[in-house]
């Protein structure tokens, strides 16, 4: 049987609050059962380049509150090829590291499931504003994401009703409107736009061109920016054919930073010492989340094999609460 005297930690893909949280639990966890915890800075292009750190329970310490990630992230494409996954096995075992704990979302647990099939320990930690890996049904980062676009749809919705000027908010969601759909139900808005539900746009107008009519003297729209129609296409759609003027704002990368809320880093912390529970049992190749606030863990290929869904009865209930 194989011992785990050194397990490697890294972060991956887009940053998420909360990463850095769930890279405390991990090394901690490790350093309490007595194994060596090696960090692996730039993510996979880091493990490929062996930037490589010994960490200890205080190279973790007061991180627990940052956003982003002290390992940093990085784009690798090399990782994603045979040749890559190869010389990053061969990097591991040239460190003496004898598994992975890998912190990101989709395509970075789709990596790790391949190192996994090439016979190299790993567990993945789910973590993406996005909340879009398939099984999972919080990733690391996805509260706090939320609260910041919620926090902004108060501040625009003030500004809206004083000049009674609708607005259209643009939130990150390229394959999946989870966040728009929890932050348009959660802010009130009156529409919203997601990729799962191509809605058509002429009927959206007149919905909106209706407002008047039912004493609604604006309207805060949120609109996925993979929803098919940009936040800066549709306010040029209402003006021409509403005759609706609109203020656009695109939240952009501001969903990604500041400090995680305390959701987030308890799900990170709980998640970051599941993970390393897996390892030292020997039951690699898996994603760590929770279900009924129960830790469980999911097989790569259940994760990996699947496309995330939306609540339909959120998506029906936003509609019936917009009248």
Not at 110 to 120: H, P, R, W
Not at 209 to 234: F, M, N, Q, T
């Amino acid at each position: 049987m194989m011992t785990m005297d050194r397990i490697g930690v890294l972060t991956s893909g887009a940053d998420a609050p909360g990463m850095n949280a769930a890279i405390r639990s991990v090394v901690r966890s490790g350093v309490y059962y007595g194994v060596e915890m090696v960090g692996i800075k730039y993510g996979f292009q880091g493990l490929l380049n062996e930037s490589l750190e010994k960490m200890d329970a205080s190279s973790v310490g007061s991180i627990i509150q940052r956003g982003g990630t002290i390992l940093q992230s990085y784009t690798c494409d090399e990782i994603y090829t045979d040749a890559g996954q190869e010389k990053a096995i061969e990097n591991l075992h040239k460190q003496g590291i004898d598994s992975l704990v890998v912190i990101g979302g989709r395509e970075d647990l789709a990596v790790a499931a391949s190192l996994q099939k090439k016979d190299f320990p790993c567990v993945g930690i789910p973590a993406t504003i996005d909340n879009d890996i398939p099984g999972v049904a919080e990733a690391i980062g996805f509260d706090t994401g939320l609260n910041t676009i919620i926090d902004y749809i108060d501040r625009i919705r003030d500004t809206a009703s004083s000049h009674e000027k609708s607005s259209i908010i643009e939130v990150m969601g390229r394959d999946t409107g989870n966040l728009a759909l929890w932050s348009g139900l959660a802010g009130g808005a009156e529409n919203i736009l997601i990729p799962e539900k191509k809605e058509d746009m002429n009927t959206i107008i007149e919905q909106i061109k209706s407002g008047p009519s039912r004493d609604k003297r604006y309207s805060i729209i949120i609109v996925a920016e993979g929803s098919g129609v940009s936040g800066i296409d549709l306010n040029t759609r209402l003006k021409e054919e509403a005759g609706i003027e609109s203020r656009v704002t695109v939240l952009g990368h501001t969903q990604r930073g500041g400090a995680p809320t305390a959701r987030d880093r308890v799900l990170a912390s709980r998640l970051g010492a599941h993970a390393i529970d897996l390892l030292l049992a020997q039951e690699s190749g898996k994603v760590v989340g929770l279900k009924n606030n129960k830790l469980v863990s999911h097989t790569f290929e259940e994760v990996t094999s699947q496309m995330s869904k939306i609540d339909e009865g959120m998506y029906e209930l936003s509609g019936r609460l917009s009248i």
